[in-house]
């Protein structure tokens, strides 16, 4: 029985455990928003987005949280055109999704009719266009295939408008299992485990393919195993516990302050990350000629990409750290174990002084008016509890991760640069996780670009909370014009001109969200955040917390 285009692909949707879509649909879609008119396919939810930033943010929370793959649908070339920044996210950040855009019938090929594979390919896995009935089939099979298939990341389907009106006998090709778990070989476990043994003081380097591989037990029993000193790459996921004593934070994106902390390290583990990809071009190399550079990691592009590396390990994180900790099991002896009880004390005095300084950094300005970004974050987790923190708070996220020890799970955080991601994202992670209460801690300047979000929380009914830190600038900008001038300028004099990087009038995030029904509270005590934080979990709607704090660099 002969069925059209668009059954078919809401068939193959559904046959994918496809069941939210997230979207902003024009003209070229019509085909797809007629069918789920119909009330033919009541199996999907769609999550209207009036701006494309919302619908790709929350795609992304979605997968990073659910661990599955999304599903996203925007229109032809100008609405793809306004998701291009989140989906440079979804790419650096290797989020499985699958990202669709309508098309003019391929018979206006001579219409202006844009390629929109050219627009997205260099932020995709995978890209094409279907243009014909028979293609559909297997290139929505692979287009799932290639997103949920390691390393993990974002692909892009075109579909010419023909496509859903054409009939076909062609059945849903279903998704092949694929083992997601590729195992070291033998004799590259035999090398870094003789490495490591050997080693007088090693260094772990971990990026967000530990989570991705679920490999956070793993990674702990290797670092107490090793006496390693970790570090994160990136800390937009919780890959390794931050109060554990031999966790030392992130590690620094200047090459300067990142080659100090090398240069006492004969031995450096990068784990699932991309290994110091910063934004400023510096001169030199990160790793000498004295330090052995072990990358394990799914991603093969990713070893040996741009630093010096003796070792590369095409491996999951998890199976590579099994085999690792297994094999050291067999070569430890008691001398062994004793030098590395001693290097283990060692790097506890230095998390200690870290915890110290981190304390007084709390406390030096816990009174100042504006309140700091540490006594907003103090408050608020003193506050709440059963929670999932969303951060898009930009240059305050090194106060978040002071003011509270997340465990793996509990954060999820914005990279690839892109601001707006985390006001979709907020929603994306609230559906899959329904039961918990999920907090957006939000930078001003990033709320403001995708704030249409608060609509698709009031219309699509998703209780969030937003915690805005208004600081009333860009002040990441500020940030990185200091580093500009010192590092890149050499300038030794700095001042505080700063061009276009100021909001006057500042915004009020609190009014906008009354214009959609929602709760909004401007705050400027932090007596009051428990308040007002507590009306927003008992109220089971969203609510913005709109907090003045302390802008200066």
Request: glycine share 6%; aromatic share 8%; hydrophobic share 40%.
């Amino acid at each position: 029985m002969k069925r059209k285009g668009i059954d078919l692909f809401l068939a193959a949707l559904k046959e994918y455990k496809i069941e939210h879509i997230f979207g902003n649909p024009g003209t070229s879609e019509s085909a797809i928003t007629n069918a789920l008119a119909s009330g033919d396919h009541d199996n999907f939810k769609y999550f209207l987005a009036v701006q494309e930033g919302v619908a790709m943010g929350m795609a992304d929370g979605w997968a990073r949280s659910s661990g599955k793959t999304a599903f996203v649908n925007l229109h032809i070339d100008s609405g793809l055109a306004n998701g291009i920044s989140l989906l440079i996210n979804a790419y650096y950040g290797g989020a499985p999704m699958v990202l669709t855009a309508g098309n003019k019938d391929i018979r206006k090929l001579n219409s202006y009719r844009s390629n929109l594979v050219n627009m997205v390919k260099e932020f995709t896995k995978w890209s094409a266009e279907v243009t014909h009935i028979d293609q559909l089939p297997e290139m929505t099979m692979r287009a799932f295939k290639e997103a949920t298939t390691p390393p993990t990341a974002p692909v892009f389907l075109s579909l010419a408008a023909n496509v859903f009106d054409e009939y076909t006998d062609a059945p849903v090709i279903k998704l092949p299992f694929i083992s997601k778990s590729t195992k070291p070989s033998i004799d590259s476990i035999e090398l870094l485990s003789n490495k490591i043994i050997n080693s007088d003081n090693p260094l772990i380097l971990l990026g967000d393919r530990v989570s991705h591989s679920k490999s956070h037990q793993e990674i702990i029993e290797f670092a107490e195993k090793t006496g390693s000193w970790v570090y994160s790459a990136t800390t937009s996921e919780i890959n390794f516990p931050l109060d554990h004593p031999q966790y030392l934070g992130t590690f620094p994106n200047l090459l300067s302050k990142a080659q100090d902390k090398i240069k006492n390290h004969d031995l450096v583990i990068s784990i699932g990350t991309n290994v110091f990809d910063g934004f400023f071009y510096m001169r030199g190399q990160l790793f000498n000629n004295d330090t052995f550079h072990a990358h394990i990691d799914s991603s093969a592009s990713t070893i040996g990409r741009n630093e010096k590396t003796d070792l590369g390990i095409i491996s999951d994180p998890k199976s590579a750290l099994i085999d690792l900790n297994l094999e050291l099991n067999k070569k430890m002896d008691g001398e062994i174990k004793e030098k590395i009880s001693l290097r283990k004390k060692e790097i506890q005095i230095q998390t200690v002084a870290i915890k110290k300084e981190e304390k007084n950094t709390i406390n030096e300005n816990y009174n100042q008016n504006p309140m700091s970004a540490h006594r907003m974050f103090s408050e608020i987790f003193k506050s709440i509890s059963n929670y999932i923190v969303i951060d898009d708070s930009v240059s305050s996220r090194q106060a978040l991760l002071t003011a509270n020890k997340f465990k793996p799970g509990e954060m999820h955080g914005e990279r690839g640069g892109a601001i707006g991601w985390g006001m979709g994202a907020t929603m994306g992670v609230k559906l899959a996780n329904p039961d918990k209460n999920v907090i957006g801690i939000i930078g001003d300047g990033s709320a403001m670009m995708t704030v249409q979000a608060l609509w698709t929380a009031a219309n699509s009914n998703i209780p969030v909370i937003y915690i805005i830190c208004n600081n009333q600038s860009y002040r990441v900008l500020k940030t990185n014009m200091q580093i500009y001038k010192s590092e890149i300028l050499q300038e030794s004099i700095q001042n505080d001109k700063y061009f276009a990087m100021d909001f006057n009038p500042p915004f009020n995030f609190a009014e906008i969200a009354k214009t959609f029904g929602l709760d909004g509270y401007k705050i400027t005590n932090p007596d009051e955040i428990k308040k007002y934080l507590s009306l927003a979990v008992k109220s089971n709607k969203t609510t913005v917390l709109d907090i003045n704090i302390d802008g200066t660099v």
